[in-house]
């Protein structure tokens, strides 16, 4: 008998159908002899459909309201989940993140949870109930009603999971777990049985989309296995639990990619010890977040040195006459140069921290394919490289199947 | 300068249209020197989508998460109000059941309202804000959600109303006021400008269904003037007050009608003091709600007496094999009729309580017309008569006419 939190997404709640088959689940967790807690996500377009008619009225609407108005969402999908329960012969009570008290800062629309209250939901699995909760929502000190933003679900249920000491934390979605790389660019991706939390955020990070970089940041510090499984089968999906020492590790667990960012290259700066401070302090104060840095050696006796870096492409037209300002007019650089056709493709994987060579291989695999690398950055379990975006599928490719993923990954 | 609660209904918040409309008024009446309270029902149709999915799960279906669903409705309305509120150029905030603390009983889709904490309502409109709160809704002391009931919001008004000491609770409908009568079935039937609480009590239960029975008696209890009028224009409406002994009373301020009631004739019983008290004992012990009651004087020598009594047309299904033991089985009747297409006529008026003859010119008004009067029964301000269904319209007009209502009344 265990304590298990089970997250049910948008899509699996997404018509009254769907929403029977949630019970049905939760319910035979419970006649396994668990103890279960539903998180549930606003059934799928609700959202859109809320924020759709605020938007009707305002462009620039209050934060507090939208968030009242959102917080509906998860509100129906919660109710409707303990009536389909109890419609099934259970017994479920809905609970609101101001009932549970889900505690959030008074930042609305990307509230961070401060503190959670298990009391009420623990009362509620001791009557023999399952808990149904209302993902994505919280309420702040002042009584106020906030969500935690886009994708706040998942946060949800690995925070709850963390509050009552629960066992597992189910996350159910429309895939049937992570996966080595994106299947729709990599025929060979297969799934991952077991992952670290340190390689799940990476990949998080890096655009795989199937958890909330938040949720995997909590169920690390607090060490709340999850397990990312899909609401229509009953296969084993994912785990992302902490690091397991006595297991064989695999060298690289994951190949991801993101051509979301464009580069930015900063020609001819004179190599002073504050040009980087100057640099990119000038570009936060005009808060535009930027990625990847490299800075090169400086080029011998003219004391010019170059920086490359990546910002969000959607911020490229409001940056551009702020980076000339800041590049050309304060530092004096010669020439500014700005590529949005690039894309990141990156290899995520514990097992590179022992492993020497990892990174050349990594190299040598986009040389094989004739892929001109454009920048580098590593981190410890994590080694990126920019390319030109016509080349992304083609590198994915290369370093999925040349780092022998394609293969059932050993765990 | 007042504080003024406006309560708009579902049809008045039907559409961002209308909830932009809404919003304008609300600026209107802040913009004239007034402190403004807003309460909003759910946009019309949307309960009835949200009971709907719920039906489609179950259809014995768990009140207390009917009224987790059910409450969001005006949880939207309330937050997209506050939203129009703030495109206009005004200041507004939302406020839940909970937030405010509308305190209830915990007897879900019907709970009754314990107390109002008016401090948040205050300060926020002490803030220069305007209170925009969700009607209908409420918490129980156990931070469940409740709800009123359906037209919930006209009590949630009326009671925020009397907490907050408000000067009046504007109630803004569909239609521009109180009807001498229907004016669906009497042409003549002319806007009330002025009615006292008891009369409206007597003509909402009776069944006009401008105002909910149960906010006029909280507004009769605390002392709030009603003005009930139209969101579609400025005109005056009708103000429901406390009786004004300077004015010149009008007898007769409006005509009902009800078709909703079956009359049952119980015959031939033997008159012993507790006849009525173990028939209609018997009768609410099987939950049967009766209305009229009307025994005739015991037929000398027989010891004999005949009792009539109204139901609810709906119950008399379920009713008529439950009567029949009590009556016949158990009190020995000789005969139970029963009459479905009846229709009770009343005239209201607190003038009848000073004015000797209402109820004869009623029956020869009544009589004028071919009528047969099937029951009577009285109360201070009011005489209800029975007829068939057929004669319902004829009698309504005769008695609005004969009374002259059809003119302007003078209050």
């Not at 209302?134 to 949800?156: C, M, N, P, W, Y």
């Not at 808060?287 to 010019?304: C, F, K, P, Y």
Request: hydrophobic share 45%; glycine share 10%.
């Amino acid at each position: 008998m265990a304590l298990v939190v089970q997250k049910f997404g948008g899509t699996s709640v997404g018509s009254i159908e769907r929403i029977r088959s949630v019970a049905r689940r939760c319910l035979a967790a419970q006649r396994r002899g668990d103890d279960v807690v539903v998180i549930v996500s606003a059934m799928s377009g609700e959202t859109n459909r809320l924020l759709g008619l605020a938007h009707q009225l305002t462009t620039v609407p209050d934060a507090r309201e939208m968030d009242a108005l959102a917080a509906t969402g998860e509100q129906v999908a919660a109710a409707l989940t303990a009536l389909a329960i109890q419609a099934e012969g259970g017994r479920a009570r809905s609970l609101l993140g101001h009932q549970v008290r889900i505690r959030t800062d008074g930042a609305f629309t990307k509230a961070r949870i401060q503190a959670i209250d298990g009391t009420k939901i623990a009362s509620t699995v001791a009557a023999g109930e399952i808990a149904v909760v209302a993902g994505f929502q919280g309420v702040s000190e002042s009584g106020d009603i906030t969500t935690l933003g886009r994708g706040g679900s998942d946060t949800s249920a690995v925070a709850i999971a963390a509050a009552i000491g629960a066992d597992a934390c189910e996350i159910y979605t429309d895939v049937d777990g992570v996966y080595t790389t994106d299947p729709n660019v990599c025929p060979s991706a297969t799934k991952i049985d077991r992952i670290s939390f340190e390689e799940m955020l990476e990949l998080a990070s890096l655009g795989a989309k199937v958890l909330q970089i938040r949720s995997v940041e909590i169920a690390m510090k607090y060490g709340v296995p999850i397990h990312v499984r899909s609401s229509f089968s009953d296969a084993e999906g994912t785990w992302v639990t902490a690091e397991d020492q006595s297991l064989e590790r695999v060298v690289v667990a994951g190949v991801a990619y993101d051509k979301s960012e464009a580069r930015v290259a900063v020609i001819g700066l004179t190599d002073t010890p504050s040009t980087a401070a100057d640099l990119f302090g000038a570009i936060a104060d005009k808060n535009i977040a930027v990625d990847m840095i490299i800075q090169g050696a400086s080029r011998g006796a003219q004391d010019e040195t170059d920086i490359t870096f990546t910002i969000a492409r959607s911020d490229l037209d409001r940056a551009k006459p702020e980076i000339e300002a800041i590049a050309r007019e304060r530092l004096g650089a010669r020439e500014v140069r700005y590529d949005s056709a690039i894309a990141k493709v990156s290899i995520v994987g514990l097992g590179m921290r022992s492993h020497a060579g990892v990174a050349a291989k990594m190299f040598r695999l986009l040389a094989d394919e004739g892929i001109p690398i454009q920048a580098i950055s590593t981190s410890e379990i994590k080694i990126s490289c920019l390319v030109a975006v016509k080349y992304t599928e083609l590198a994915v490719r290369a370093l999925h199947d040349g780092f022998g993923l394609g293969e059932r990954p050993k765990t």
